[in-house]
Structures are given as C-alpha cells and as structure tokens.
C-alpha cells in the first residue's frame, strides 16, 4: 500500500468521511472488474458485480472502524479488498449455481413458448 493510501486509512480511522470516499474512488473500478471477470455470462444476469464490490467495501469499513485490520506493507489494503470480494463473489456463485437455483436451468427468454395441442 502507498503511503497516500496508508494515510487515508489512518484518516478515515480518526473519523474523516472524505478519506472513506478518496479509498472508494481509488479501488472501486478495479474491484468490480476482478468480480466481473469471476462470473460468467449466465450469473451476469442474476449477480451485479457493483452489488458485491459495495458490499465489500460495506464489511471492509465496519471492520476498519474497529481496528481489525493492520496494515504494514505495499499493496495490503488491495489485498484485503479483493480477498473479501472475491469471497463474496464466491457465495453468491455458490447461491446461484445450487442445484435448486441454478443458473443453468434457466430457459432464455426469448424461446419460443410451446404450446398444448391435443
């Protein structure tokens, strides 16, 4: 982790909203675009890669506040974002991909509809 990001972490822990914001806006596009990647064509309709990452920040931010989280080293905070969104992404496969839900089972809309003709 930059010294930059370490400093918004230490900001953000001493209550200052703005470095909260400044920690989004750095890692968010690249954080839903490594869940994107996770899913595949068929999830893409059921599971929003924006949802996860803002439910990874979500947890990585009640966590920060509680002092959880120590970060020593380059790349650290990076690390921890994309271990919890990869998790997350995870469940959500795990949820959808069940046999009960799965996304596979799924017929495209666009089907043609078949019809009773006795």
Known sequence: MNEDSLLLVEQHRAGDPDAGEKIFRRYVVRLIGLVRNMLSA?????????????????????????????????????????????????????????????????????APELKYDP
């Not at 989280?69 to 992404?89: D, M, P, Q, T």
Request: hydrophobic share 40%; glycine share 2%.
């Open 42 to 110: 068929k999830l893409n309709s059921r599971v929003d890669p924006e949802d996860v990452a803002q439910s990874a920040f979500r947890s990585f931010f009640r966590c920060l506040k509680s002092d959880q989280y120590v970060f020593e080293k380059s790349g650290e905070l990076w690390k921890l974002l994309a271990a919890i969104a990869v998790n997350k992404a995870r469940r959500q496969i795990e949820f959808h991909t069940a046999v009960r839900r799965s996304v596979d089972l799924e017929h495209p809309q666009n």
